[in-house]
């Protein structure tokens, strides 16, 4: 699709990219334009900005804003399904119901809200005004955070860094580094961190839990992956974003009886809906709704002449859709009342409303079907089935059974070696790298160690792209100890958990892996690690830093824009690990990656004493490869 690009003349993010020359001051963290004296930027000749700040504060505030500006957009989007959730309970929708009544009662039970005997709404109810109290300042920490281990609780209490409400703390961290406030790049750091932890274990957390209630707790699911997805004789809507509810209304009307036969009536086949970026894992994980590609590849979708409508709501969607739309017929709808961007039509999405807004969407879409020109039509074969929907509770009940869910099996292929450990492979594309050229290469060696893999955001549809979510990925591509578990409870090697928010699935799946014992008492003790091989986004940012907060290495295939503030950049890396156990790394090489992750892993295995239990011997790398057929 990028050759047909090229063809056609059309501008992608690979041309924008090309031609950029990135600002070293940018990309060191080194460039301050917080007040009026500047902009500042900092170099051997000009150590320190106008008001003094040096090179080492001047990085840490950078960070915390673009922290501050991550840990807003997951946890807005937690905040309107809270709303959704209120207005579920209140009657004030009919488009959305209770879908997880099990989930809802398990998270009204952290609130202590009284489930017995009452109806579903009321707790409903409820449990929207306790997670709305999240969000404010309170005396008290965030209640979320009480799902952590307790020594977890503890490190964060000595630290300073719990949270006493979500937007409290970016509201705090944005005055910290306001001109002339906090200088010290440590105490600004401890901000950013606390904020990071609003973020996962609170806006995050709830925007997993919330979903969850309202959609469906995910449990394992067939779908197909790439821009083969789009069919050429179909009506073909994409969705694009984050925020699953329009979506979800768009993904029921679409099997609609009714409107499948109006599409037919227009001369299509039917109507094929698939997804970009996180509103797209989020309708996969419940519906299994076909994915058609990552971060890069929005543009390409369009590209390929044959969508009718691209509904965009918000977060990682580019303006340049509307350039690129504006060759072929499709329409680009922006849903939320946020985000509105040159040449994209725009719908403001009601809760109220949803469902007709969503047939009416529909409806359009296959209108425009008669407008499409079938000469620019260029549809990729490429198409890729995989298995998606694993939730924390689909984990359990696979590895346990409905009646006796245990992480126990789990455990005990970790204690006794079959796995080695686990990575969580998350986050973006970039096109500083080769489209998913860091992440699959890296997952391919991780499974090939024994290490079993969990995914997220695009990270999980580059996976699914390259075949790693197949069952059959055990055979072809893990390692025998890895596959012979994977065969056994019949799940890939590697597992995708959802959207970027569902990166909360992983903090409470290392939760109940610490619960079902024998693998230490912290997130710290487990011989896991984090990587975020081609991360782009602000939110990529904020989740590295709550995992770091979690005890977790997390490995970025390029720095933070953090190297020019020397002592910063010795914080993040090394000096954080003392305080939180936890610490970042950037690298780029896969096999450079590979080794920090497995020394890591082995480290902790070390620690807790089991190590020496492993009865398997590794093959090498060569070996290792010539399994991937
Ligand atoms: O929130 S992985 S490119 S889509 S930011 Fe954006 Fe990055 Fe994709 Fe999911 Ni997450």
């Not at 106008?50 to 001047?58: F, L």
């Not at 202590?112 to 579903?120: F, H, L, N, Q």
């Not at 719990?162 to 401890?190: N, Y």
Request: proline residues 3%.
């Amino acid at each position: 699709m990028r050759d047909a690009a090229k063809r056609r003349g059309i501008e992608t993010v690979w041309d924008r990219s090309a031609a950029n020359v990135a600002c070293k001051f940018g990309l060191e963290g080194l460039c301050c334009k917080n007040c009026n004296m500047g902009p500042c930027r900092i170099s051997a000749k000009t150590p320190r900005g106008m008001c003094g700040a040096d090179a080492d504060t001047i990085a840490a505030r950078n960070l915390a804003r673009a922290v501050a500006a991550g840990t807003s957009a997951h946890s807005d989007h937690g905040r309107h399904l809270v709303h959704t959730l209120r207005m579920v309970a209140e009657g004030a929708t009919d488009s959305y119901r209770i879908a997880d009544e099990r989930k809802l009662f398990e998270f009204a039970e952290l609130y202590k809200i009284e489930t017995r005997g009452r109806a579903v709404l009321d707790v409903a109810k409820d449990l929207a005004r306790a997670l709305d109290a999240e969000f404010a300042h309170a005396e008290a920490p965030m209640k979320t955070l009480s799902q952590a281990p307790l020594k977890r609780q503890a490190v964060w209490e000595k630290a300073g860094v719990k949270p006493h409400g979500i937007d409290h703390s970016v509201v705090e961290l944005m005055h910290r580094t306001h001109m002339g406030v906090d200088h010290a790049f440590d105490h600004v750091e401890r901000g950013t961190l606390t904020t990071a932890i609003a973020d996962g274990w609170g806006g995050s957390m709830i925007a997993t839990a919330v979903s969850d209630i309202l959609f469906g707790t995910p449990k394992p699911v067939l779908s197909s992956v790439n821009l083969g997805v789009i069919s050429k004789d179909h009506v073909n809507i994409v969705v694009h974003g984050h925020e699953p509810a329009l979506s979800d209304c768009v993904a029921a009307a679409c099997e609609d009886p009714a409107m499948i036969e109006y599409a037919k009536g227009k001369g299509a086949a039917g109507i094929r809906l698939s997804g970009i970026c996180c509103t797209a894992n989020e309708i996969l994980m419940r519906r299994g709704v076909p994915v058609a590609g990552n971060f890069l590849q929005q543009e390409l979708a369009v590209m390929t002449g044959a969508v009718e409508m691209m509904l965009v709501d918000v977060q990682c969607v580019m303006p340049s859709l509307a350039s690129v739309a504006a060759c072929f017929h499709t329409k680009v709808v922006a849903t939320s009342k946020l985000a509105h961007t040159a040449g994209f039509e725009t719908v403001a999405f009601s809760e109220e409303r949803a469902m007709d807004q969503a047939r009416t969407l529909v409806r359009s879409a296959i209108d425009n079907f008669a407008n499409r020109n079938r000469d620019k039509v260029e549809i990729p074969e490429s198409r890729v089935d995989f298995v998606a929907g694993f939730s924390v509770r689909a984990i359990h009940e696979m590895l346990g059974g409905r009646f006796r869910a245990t992480f126990r099996p789990l455990n005990d292929a970790i204690i006794d070696g079959r796995i080695r450990g686990i990575a969580g492979v998350v986050g973006c594309n970039n096109p500083k790298k080769n489209l998913d050229g860091s992440i699959v290469p890296l997952v391919k060696e991780l499974v090939a160690n024994d290490v079993l893999v969990l995914l997220s955001g695009c990270a999980a549809i580059s996976c699914a792209k390259a075949g790693l979510l197949s069952p059959e990925a055990a055979r072809n591509t893990a390692s025998p100890g890895l596959a012979e578990v994977c065969e056994a409870i019949g799940i890939p090697p590697v597992l995708h958990m959802g959207s970027c928010v569902d990166n909360s699935r992983i903090l409470s799946a290392a939760c109940d892996v610490l619960r079902e014992g024998g693998l230490g008492e912290d997130i710290s003790d487990l011989p896991a690690a984090g990587a975020a091989p081609e991360w782009m986004s602000e939110k990529a940012v904020a989740i590295g830093h709550y995992f770091v907060a979690s005890g977790m290495l997390v490995l970025l295939g390029s720095p933070l824009h953090v190297t020019g503030g020397e002592k910063l950049d010795g914080f993040l890396t090394r000096g954080v690990e003392e305080a939180f156990g936890g610490r970042f790394a950037w690298s780029s090489g896969t096999a450079e990656q590979v080794k920090i992750i497995l020394e890591h892993i082995d480290k902790k295995r070390a620690a807790l004493g089991i190590n020496a239990k492993r009865s398997r011997v590794l093959l090498d790398m060569k070996e290792r490869r010539a399994l991937d057929v």
